[in-house]
């Protein structure tokens, strides 16, 4: 007498091709599955952003330090891409620079993003594709990495922000 009986929208029938199914299935499975962990770690990608903000003013600073901007940027394995844009400067930007350094502590540029400016240069757009190191990969994990945007009215730094990741919820 053969039995038929479902299990998971499937039509077995008798039990040895029922046992069969499943520990085919269940092989097929256990191969597929090394790849798919690999294929989902090899697409990860981790997001950041930054909100670019004058740096702390001073009486004798509180005229020359203004504008605003904001940045993205996404690690794909060791490849940070940043993008940006600034605006409301009081002088023409002069350049973009990562820095390596905890919040609210200064620290030393690692390397100089693409700065291009619009109109009179007090506004404009920065980006970069840079190869990180293993130090600079903790630094980031770490929201030690900063952006610095400095100009010709504020040589020491105008605008600074450091990169945050981004929750996906």
């Known amino acids: 007498m053969i039995t038929k009986f479902y299990a998971t929208g499937f039509l077995f029938h008798g039990r040895r091709n029922n046992l069969f199914f499943i520990s085919k299935s269940l ?5 597929c599955l090394p790849t798919a962990v690999l294929a989902a770690d090899a697409t990860t990608e981790q997001q950041w952003r930054a909100r670019l903000t004058p740096l702390p003013l001073s009486f004798t600073t509180r005229n020359t330090i203004t504008g605003i901007g904001q940045a993205q940027a996404e690690l794909r394995g060791k490849t940070l891409s940043i993008r940006g844009d600034y605006k409301n400067l009081q002088g023409t930007a002069t350049d973009v620079k990562l820095h390596l350094g905890p919040k609210a502590i200064p620290g030393p540029a690692f390397i100089e993003l693409q700065l291009v400016k619009e109109g009179n240069g007090k506004q404009g757009s920065f980006k970069a594709e840079i190869a990180l190191s293993e130090e600079q990969q ?10 610095q945007i400095s ?4 040589k020491e730094g105008n605008l600074r922000g450091w990169l945050l990741p981004i929750m996906n919820n």
Do not use: H, T
Request: charged share 10%.
């Open 151 to 154: 100009s010709e009215a504020a």
């Open 27 to 31: 092989l097929l499975f256990l191969l």
């Open 138 to 147: 903790n630094a980031l994990m770490n929201e030690s990495l900063y952006i």
